[in-house]
């Protein structure tokens, strides 16, 4: 068994993909109409469906908003520089809802954007230090 994908209702399909795809770097690996159900699925994702876990966007056509709900969390991407990953999403125009730190009671280096639907998605450091970290500690050594 493994996780196949977290499907997301989005109320515009099109902004959507642009901040999956155009800001988080994500790949459009299908997208189609129900013509009958009046809804579109979009799968996006870091790979093939067939190895990695995607997200499905679904539109529902006529539904211009939802209520994200307060059972809902955020998705992870793990980075391997937050720090620049962050500068990256705030030049492609996302949302940084937390910068970059250690994660409260811990060490763990996160970041949260937001989609344009209001969803979180947490940025997760994935090596131990990133190039602006390794910079700061050799310039606090030199001093």
């Not at 093939?48 to 529902?60: P, Q, W």
């Not at 539904?63 to 937050?82: E, P």
Request: aromatic fraction near 8%; proline fraction near 3%; hydrophobic fraction near 35%.
């Amino acid at each position: 068994m493994r996780l196949l994908h977290t499907m997301l209702r989005v109320s515009n399909l099109d902004e959507s993909l642009k901040f999956y795809c155009d800001v988080l770097g994500m790949t459009l690996l299908r997208r189609k109409d129900y013509p009958g159900g009046e809804f579109t699925l979009a799968f996006v994702g870091y790979g093939d469906e067939a190895d990695h876990t995607v997200l499905e966007l679904t539109h529902n056509w006529g539904t211009d908003t939802y209520n994200v709900g307060d059972g809902y969390g955020h998705i992870a991407i793990g980075v391997d520089d937050i720090y620049a990953t962050c500068e990256a999403i705030r030049d492609r125009g996302g949302k940084v809802t937390r910068e970059p730190g250690p994660m409260k009671h811990g060490s763990t280096v996160i970041a949260f954007v937001e989609d344009p639907n209001g969803y979180k998605v947490e940025l997760i450091q994935l090596s131990g230090q990133t190039a602006a970290q390794e910079a700061t500690q050799v310039q606090t050594a030199n001093v």
